[in-house]
């Protein structure tokens, strides 16, 4: 493992931690873009080696959370879910196999995920996951009854 890639998973994981109101915040634009088309490099040194694909994530939290997480995520491989979708249920090709949440999660949330069989973790299993480059298990991280 280079240093360049241990330091770029610490800043990372620093930025996921603090917000974008932190110091690190200030470097966001950039930092997070990953998952963009004009940004694959970016998104392959921050990401790993696509720990997440094949993986169906559906974020529950308010829109700063989403922020950042998602491209990160899709740098990693992962697709992400919408809401309906994750309501609907694994129906015409579209299913979830993670909810990550900002807090706790909504009833419903809990209700569908129970139904379906799908872990509901918080944000630091996708972020101890991107910075191990693999995906790790959930059962420490969930925040609800499996």
Not at 35 to 41: H, L
Request: net charge neutral; glycine share 8%.
């Amino acid at each position: 493992v280079c240093v360049c890639c241990v330091v770029c998973c610490v800043v990372l994981s620093l930025w996921l931690c603090m917000g974008p109101f932190s110091f690190f915040g200030q470097s966001r634009g950039y930092l997070l873009k990953a998952g963009r088309a004009d940004d694959k490099d970016v998104a392959q040194q921050l990401s790993g080696k696509s720990c997440f694909k094949g993986e169906f994530i559906y974020l529950h939290g308010d829109k700063d959370f989403h922020t950042s997480l998602e491209d990160v995520l899709l740098g990693a491989g992962a697709v992400l879910v919408d809401k309906r979708d994750f309501e609907r249920g694994p129906q015409d090709g579209d299913y979830c196999t993670h909810v990550v949440v900002k807090d706790e999660p909504s009833a419903m949330v809990k209700k569908r995920a129970k139904e379906f069989g799908i872990p509901v973790t918080n944000k630091d299993w996708a972020v101890e996951s991107i910075i191990c480059n693999r995906k790790l298990p959930t059962r420490s991280f969930q925040v609800t009854d499996p």
